[in-house]
C-alpha cells in the first residue's frame, strides 16, 4: 500500500450516500438528488477510473456519457474546479476552514490527491489544484474528518487524522516489470 486516503461523503451508517464501486461491483448508486451540505453543492462528482486511467466528471455528465462501468468510483461534493474553473459557488477565500482532501485528474489520466496540513477554505484548496498541482478537473473528498494513512511519511493517526471515516481509496504501489 502506497497510501490511504477517506474517499467521499457518507452516512452515519457509514456507507456512501452516492455512487460507489469497488473491483467493478457497483455498492451504491449514482445520487443526483437536492439536499444540504457539500455533496449536494451543484455540481458534484464522480471520481473513477480503470486501469489506471482516472477521470473526474460533473455527476449529470457521468449519468449521461459513461456507460461501462469503472473498476473503481466514488461520488463526492463539490467539484473544485470545472474545466479550470472554480466551482461557481466557491469563493476565493471563503469563512469555511477545515482539514480539506480532493482529487484532481491531470490530461494523461493520472490522479493527484492532495490533503492540507492545516485548516483551508475550499477556494484555496481548489487554487492550488488548478495552479500549483496543474488539473482542470478536480473533486473535495471530504473536510473535518479528512484523513490520510502515509507509511513513507510516518503519518499514521492522531489529532489530524482520527475520526470515523466512511469509503476510503487505497492507493497501492504499481510493480515495474523488468526489461527482458
Not at 477554505?121 to 473535518?144: E, N, P
Amino acid at each position: 500500500i502506497a497510501f490511504a486516503v477517506n474517499g467521499g461523503m457518507y452516512g452515519d451508517d457509514l456507507k456512501p450516500i452516492g455512487y460507489y464501486v469497488e473491483n467493478g461491483e457497483r455498492m451504491a448508486e449514482l445520487n443526483r438528488g437536492d439536499g444540504t451540505g457539500n455533496f449536494y453543492m451543484k455540481p458534484n462528482g464522480v471520481f473513477f477510473g480503470s486501469g489506471g486511467k482516472w477521470q473526474v466528471l460533473g455527476s449529470n455528465t457521468f449519468f449521461n456519457t459513461v456507460g461501462d462501468r469503472p473498476e473503481f468510483g466514488t461520488q463526492s461534493g463539490p467539484l473544485l474546479l470545472v474545466d479550470g474553473k472554480l466551482h461557481p459557488e466557491i469563493q476565493d477565500n471563503g469563512p469555511s476552514r477545515a482539514i480539506r482532501n480532493g482529487v484532481g485528474v491531470d490530461a494523461k489520466g493520472r490522479a493527484h490527491f492532495v490533503i492540507s496540513g492545516a485548516p483551508i477554505s475550499f477556494g484555496q484548496l481548489a487554487r492550488y489544484f488548478r495552479d500549483d498541482v496543474k488539473v482542470a478537473q478536480a473533486l473535495y473528498l471530504d473536510g473535518g474528518v479528512s484523513s490520510l494513512w502515509d507509511p513513507a511519511t510516518g503519518r499514521q493517526g492522531g489529532r489530524m487524522d482520527g475520526g470515523r471515516v466512511g469509503p476510503i481509496i487505497v492507493v497501492t504501489k504499481r510493480i515495474e516489470k523488468a526489461a527482458e
